[in-house]
């Protein structure tokens, strides 16, 4: 515990079982195991994340267990969506966001806002992005074997994930596997002004770049704008959140910000894409400022993997 004492960045999780008989060790370990996420499950209920999370339902609950989440994919429960990348001028397919849904036993179907932040801070969040990662891998392995004009397939991943160690080693690992060139996997990632003194999630981003890998770095507003990742970080394209789309057509300062964002990004030959995008009158202004590429309703929703191919792979 000596260890502990002056540390304040980590948490502990126990559970115990005290038994006077005689009992295989196992057993006694898996009682003492089961206690553990029971009182996982009752913090996390009665505290709450963010004003996010006002109800955290048991079978959400229940992704602390990472054994249950391991069953979870395996049983296929988690899904992974595609959302289309345009580019602004043509609005001819650009690439792809691979998306994950949880299909709950309820039926509902949950998206990650509901359910990243509470893998994130149980440290199981590394599950279900390799799991992503890996199913992609799969999917473009299939795609090349019947010889189909791919684009790259961006893949989210936890700033968690990217703490632990050999990250980079592990992801180059999957793209081997399945022989998967490495400029049709982007790796995207969420940069926020917290991570400013991170060096170990600084570490892995450059020694991603320097692998082969391109870098996405997602959710870029005027909440999150970090201007010193422009210097301090070498990737490939920023991604403009939302929250700027949303109020891009009615107000000249936020159109004067992504201006002046895109323009920087121009000279220091990084690629702009757009979130977000729902009306005409966004595609208008972004097309303006020559934007490279932008998601949204507008042009597609999410889609499932069947109808992603249908509708944009196996119609070319």
């Not at 345009?86 to 299909?103: H, I, M, P, Q």
């Not at 080693?169 to 490495?182: F, G, T």
Request: negative net charge; charged residues 25%; proline residues 3%.
């Amino acid at each position: 515990t000596n260890a502990f004492m002056h540390m304040s960045d980590f948490s502990v999780s126990v559970g115990a079982h005290w038994t006077n008989k005689e009992e295989p060790l196992d057993k006694i370990l898996g009682i003492a195991d089961q206690r553990m996420y029971q009182d996982k499950k009752t913090y996390y209920r009665n505290k709450p994340l963010t004003d996010r999370y006002r109800s955290l339902t048991d079978d959400l609950l229940n992704l602390c267990n990472p054994v249950v989440l391991e069953e979870l994919i395996r049983t296929n429960n988690f899904q992974v969506y595609y959302q289309p990348k345009f580019s602004t001028k043509s609005r001819k397919l650009a690439g792809a966001e691979a998306l994950v849904r949880y299909f709950k036993s309820s039926g509902v179907v949950e998206t990650p806002s509901q359910f990243v932040r509470l893998l994130e801070s149980t440290h199981s969040i590394s599950q279900l992005d390799f799991f992503v990662l890996e199913d992609v891998c799969q999917q473009i392995s299939k795609w090349m074997e019947q010889s189909i004009e791919l684009v790259p397939i961006s893949v989210n991943f936890s700033k968690d994930t990217l703490r632990q160690s050999n990250m980079v080693n592990k992801i180059s690992d999957l793209l081997d596997k399945y022989q998967v060139p490495l400029n049709l996997i982007e790796i995207e990632v969420t940069e926020t002004l917290e991570d400013t003194k991170e060096e170990i999630f600084y570490n892995t981003l450059r020694d991603l770049k320097q692998h082969g890998f391109n870098i996405a770095i997602d959710d870029f507003g005027i909440r999150h704008a970090n201007l010193n990742l422009l210097i301090d970080v070498d990737f490939n394209t920023l991604k403009i959140d939302k929250s700027i789309t949303d109020s891009i057509y009615k107000s000249s300062k936020t159109r004067r910000f992504l201006a002046s964002i895109t323009n920087i990004c121009r000279e220091l030959n990084i690629s702009i894409t757009v979130e977000g995008v729902e009306t005409e009158d966004q595609m208008d202004v972004i097309n303006k400022l020559q934007c490279n590429n932008v998601q949204g309703y507008l042009l597609s929703h999410p889609l499932p993997l069947h109808d992603f191919e249908s509708q944009y792979l196996f119609n070319q």
